[in-house]
């Protein structure tokens, strides 16, 4: 069974498609990037995908769930980290923790390994408002890790962070997917994609323009061994500046 399963998926707004009839599917265990220009659709897709949004037409199966008519059977299966970090900075990483297990129907003893799992267990009493932003994405991924599910959405993971912690975050998501996790990762940083992901694609107004790995995208754009994933990315999204 695939972990995400999408077909001819759409979705209108006021007379505007925003995702154009895509489809894909995204093996269990791999890290996937699913890359575009800002307005694209990704974001649409992947409120589509985690239950947030209805599609036009067309349909999606996510941990084998249908994303319209077994919303609540998905919910526990995956887990979603947004661009914006939504945290209550008034409240420790570990209360932060424990609100959303009870929320969530988790064991609250679940807190303290997930804080583990994040690096996180020395600074656990500390409100959060005091945390850098590398911290608070830990924080984010731990809280989408409480209740152990299937798939993992990372959106744009380690926006704002310094090399050293981006570099660091993106080591530990590497080890989810050696435990099996499916990660779905929206990225703007191509060699982030390209160091990271086992496959990604590229959607641009819409539609997905190509899908493979990051080495097979940039050996079908040449035999120039400089050509790189941002390279493939800019010449088939378009170059706004010409």
């Not at 929320?103 to 996180?120: C, I, M, N, S």
């Not at 409100?127 to 990372?154: C, D, E, W, Y």
């Not at 940039?218 to 061994?225: A, F, L, M, R, T």
Request: aromatic share 6%.
């Amino acid at each position: 069974m695939k972990a995400i399963e999408v077909s001819n998926l759409t979705r209108d707004y006021n007379g505007l498609r925003a995702v154009d009839g895509i489809s894909f599917s995204v093996d269990q265990g791999e890290i996937f990037g699913f890359l575009g220009p800002n307005g694209a659709g990704k974001t649409t897709t992947i409120k589509i995908l985690t239950g947030q949004l209805r599609p036009t037409s067309g349909w999606a199966c996510v941990a084998g769930c249908n994303v319209v008519t077994e919303r609540e059977a998905l919910k526990p299966q995956i887990g979603v980290v947004f661009e914006h970090q939504n945290i209550y900075e008034s409240l420790s990483s570990r209360d932060n923790l424990v609100f959303a297990a009870r929320l969530y129907g988790v064991d609250t003893r679940a807190v303290d390994g997930a804080l583990e799992q994040v690096g996180l267990s020395d600074r656990s009493r500390e409100k959060t408002q005091k945390f850098s932003n590398g911290m608070k994405q830990r924080l984010l991924i731990a809280r989408a890790l409480l209740h152990r599910p299937k798939v993992l959405f990372l959106d744009e993971p380690t926006r704002g962070l310094d090399p050293h912690v981006a570099r660091e975050l993106r080591g530990f998501i590497a080890g989810l997917a050696d435990q099996g996790v499916t990660v779905f990762l929206t990225t703007h940083y191509m060699e982030e994609a390209d160091r990271l992901c086992d496959r990604v694609a590229i959607i641009d107004c819409g539609r997905i323009v190509a899908i493979n790995s990051p080495e097979s995208l940039k050996g079908n754009h040449g035999q120039d061994q400089t050509i790189t994933l941002e390279d493939v990315f800019v010449e088939l999204t378009g170059n706004i500046f010409q």
